[in-house]
């Protein structure tokens, strides 16, 4: 596994080890600190990250590597290894929610309280020589509540599995956890504004204002009127809601159409901006193009059964001055999956510690358990506009 086998050659050196295995890609603390500081500690991990890649290379026999889960301190390191590898690939594997949804932390599992607040947005008057300023008011800020929940899962591999594999499944394990993990984070992020029949009903409403008028199916037309749409939005003071730019989403049987459109060279629009025939017709940029970020989303057919092939949203951007259309939130200090091993519940005859890789004492079974605590929250019903493509 390349991937792999770079991890471990970037640990070899002690510096690199506790920059690799402690921190971040961007540099914030992942692990404990207190693992980072051990000289001994580091030592132990180089050591054993070098004896896997041997291993893995070929230049080492791999029945050494049983041998050395043999021993008392290997296993740890091992895993340690494994788990640094699955963020890693957590890191590597994209993440299409943080294109259109805002990222927050939360302290706890208590529910939280985000505010959609415009107060001081208003415009300012005229002040009188020597008279007071006026006070603006605050408007009732909206209040949207979430808590992050706890996710995960259980699994386990024989002993036989792990004898016969040379090391197969452990080169697999790490990525496909965190596939699973981003996909599980697609999942609820895309399951907050779309349902089995379409749009969310509670959040795309004719009093919302943020239903393309007669579901249209994609096209230029159907865009133009969704961007209209989402620039007529207004804030509580009753000020225009700014749209520098925005995201189309759309499922994969809409790919090509969503293509064509945002990379159009030109543009033909009827003199009003309507569509027109004949010489009624203005030929323009495409305009789209730098100003709409395309989103194909996989979940969207999956969760919408009833209209996933068909719908397409258009939402605000969360960059810049855009209003997001929803949070996804992850518990401060665990924001990437984490993986455990459990322990042995078996010792030798004789007494001695035994290997986890020994697995349990009533199946030999080695297992393990992936965690991933997230939650999340649409926010502000002004950020999008959205179509279930059916023209009624």
Same mark, same amino acid.
């Given at each position: 596994?390349?991937?792999?086998l770079e @991890?471990?050659?970037t640990?070899q050196?002690?510096e690199a *080890?506790?920059?690799?295995?402690?921190? *971040?890609?961007?540099?914030r603390?992942?692990?404990s600190l207190?693992?980072?500081?051990?000289?001994?500690?580091?030592?132990?991990l180089t050591?054993?990250a070098?004896f896997?890649?041997e291993?893995?290379s070929g230049r080492?026999?791999?029945?050494h590597?049983?041998e050395a889960?043999?021993t008392?301190d290997?296993p740890v390191?091992?895993a340690?290894i =494994?788990?640094?590898? =699955?963020l890693a690939?957590y890191?590597?594997v994209p993440?299409?929610w943080?294109?259109?949804a805002?990222?927050?932390t939360v302290? /706890?599992f208590r529910q939280v309280?985000r505010?959609a607040?415009?107060?001081g947005?208003?415009?300012?008057?005229d002040?009188k020589e020597?008279?007071e300023y006026p006070?603006?008011?605050?408007?009732?800020?909206?209040?949207?509540?979430?808590? !992050?929940?706890k996710?995960g899962?259980r699994?386990?591999l024989s002993?036989?599995?792990?004898?016969?594999d040379d090391l197969?499944v452990?080169?697999?394990?790490?990525?496909?956890?965190?596939?699973s993990?981003?996909n599980s984070?697609?999942?609820?992020?895309?399951?907050?504004?779309?349902?089995? @029949?379409?749009p969310n009903?509670?959040f795309?409403t004719a009093?919302h204002?943020n239903i !393309?008028?007669?579901n249209?199916a994609?096209?230029v037309?159907a865009?133009?009127?969704a961007?209209?749409i989402l620039a007529?939005?207004? /804030?509580?003071?009753g000020?225009?809601?700014l749209v520098?730019?925005?995201?189309?989403?759309v499922?994969?049987?809409?790919?090509?159409?969503?293509?064509?459109i945002?990379n159009?060279?030109?543009? =033909?629009a009827?003199a009003?901006?309507?569509?027109?025939?004949?010489?009624?017709?203005?030929?323009?940029?495409?305009?789209?193009?730098?100003?709409?970020t395309?989103? !194909?989303n996989p979940?969207?057919?999956?969760?919408?059964? @009833?209209?996933?092939?068909t719908?397409?949203?258009?939402?605000?951007s969360p960059n810049?001055?855009g209003?997001?259309?929803s949070?996804?939130g992850f518990?401060?200090?665990?924001?990437?999956?984490?993986?455990?091993?459990?322990d042995?519940?078996? !010792?030798r005859?004789?007494?001695?510690s035994?290997?986890?890789m020994?697995g349990?004492f009533d199946?030999?079974?080695?297992?393990?358990?992936v965690r991933h605590v997230f939650?999340g929250t649409l926010?502000? @019903?002004k950020?999008a506009?959205?179509?279930n493509g059916?023209?009624?």
């Amino acid at each position: 596994m390349p991937e792999l086998l770079e @991890t471990l050659d970037t640990i070899q050196a002690e510096e690199a *080890s506790v920059q690799r295995l402690f921190t *971040s890609d961007d540099g914030r603390p992942v692990r404990s600190l207190r693992r980072a500081n051990d000289p001994r500690y580091v030592e132990s991990l180089t050591e054993a990250a070098r004896f896997l890649q041997e291993v893995l290379s070929g230049r080492r026999p791999a029945y050494h590597l049983q041998e050395a889960l043999s021993t008392s301190d290997f296993p740890v390191l091992f895993a340690d290894i =494994l788990d640094r590898q =699955l963020l890693a690939d957590y890191q590597q594997v994209p993440s299409q929610w943080r294109q259109y949804a805002r990222a927050g932390t939360v302290r /706890d599992f208590r529910q939280v309280k985000r505010f959609a607040v415009d107060g001081g947005l208003g415009l300012l008057t005229d002040v009188k020589e020597l008279t007071e300023y006026p006070e603006d008011s605050q408007p009732d800020a909206t209040p949207f509540v979430y808590s !992050v929940t706890k996710k995960g899962k259980r699994f386990q591999l024989s002993w036989e599995t792990i004898i016969n594999d040379d090391l197969g499944v452990m080169q697999r394990l790490p990525r496909n956890l965190a596939v699973s993990a981003r996909n599980s984070e697609e999942f609820f992020a895309t399951s907050l504004f779309a349902a089995s @029949t379409g749009p969310n009903a509670t959040f795309f409403t004719a009093g919302h204002a943020n239903i !393309v008028t007669a579901n249209p199916a994609l096209s230029v037309s159907a865009l133009t009127t969704a961007f209209t749409i989402l620039a007529s939005q207004k /804030d509580t003071n009753g000020n225009p809601i700014l749209v520098d730019a925005a995201v189309l989403m759309v499922p994969p049987a809409l790919q090509v159409t969503a293509e064509n459109i945002i990379n159009a060279i030109e543009i =033909l629009a009827a003199a009003g901006g309507g569509p027109g025939t004949g010489n009624d017709q203005l030929r323009v940029a495409n305009w789209m193009k730098n100003k709409v970020t395309l989103v !194909v989303n996989p979940w969207l057919p999956l969760i919408d059964t @009833t209209h996933g092939n068909t719908s397409w949203y258009l939402l605000q951007s969360p960059n810049g001055m855009g209003r997001p259309i929803s949070e996804i939130g992850f518990l401060r200090g665990y924001e990437a999956p984490q993986l455990f091993m459990k322990d042995p519940d078996s !010792v030798r005859v004789g007494g001695g510690s035994i290997s986890p890789m020994d697995g349990d004492f009533d199946t030999d079974s080695v297992q393990y358990k992936v965690r991933h605590v997230f939650g999340g929250t649409l926010l502000d @019903t002004k950020s999008a506009v959205a179509s279930n493509g059916s023209g009624s």
